[in-house]
């Protein structure tokens, strides 16, 4: 098993901004992925934004120009850095990994346990 620790999430006036951060705890051999999906009330979960250790991030459309992922890969940390946030940014924001414990484990998806956005009007 490995935690994956979520941070920053809180309440926050329209037009603020919030940063989240996620690391993941415990052994960890390789990652090849970090993001983050949301999940607001009655709603599925969606998401929000990935990077790959190669290449360049992925973003929803609701949110391109407004936030910014980044992955220290030292610290095994993915960081979401929330600008110019709406009230529709309001939900449960979840960190997501793919990755591998051992030289010989399988690849495996891993979830936070969440954090709170709340964007008021």
């Known amino acids: 098993q490995v935690p994956l620790v979520e941070s920053g999430g809180g309440l926050v006036q329209a037009g603020g901004s919030l940063r989240l951060s996620c690391t993941a705890s415990?052994?960890?051999?390789?990652?090849?992925?970090m993001g983050w999906y949301r999940q607001a009330p009655g709603t599925q979960r969606e998401l929000v934004a990935t990077?790959?250790?190669?290449?360049?991030?992925n973003y929803a459309d609701s949110v391109k120009g407004r936030f910014t992922i980044s992955w220290d890969n030292a610290k095994n940390t993915v960081n979401l850095q929330m600008n110019s946030l709406k009230p529709e940014d309001t939900a449960v924001y979840y960190c997501?990994?793919?990755?591998?414990?051992?030289?010989?484990?399988?690849?495996?998806?891993?979830w936070g346990q969440g954090t709170q956005v709340t964007v008021s009007s």
């Open positions: 997501v990994t793919n990755l591998r414990t051992t030289p010989t484990a399988q690849w495996g998806v891993y």
């Open positions: 990077i790959p250790s190669v290449g360049n991030p």
């Open positions: 415990g052994t960890v051999f390789a990652m090849n992925t």
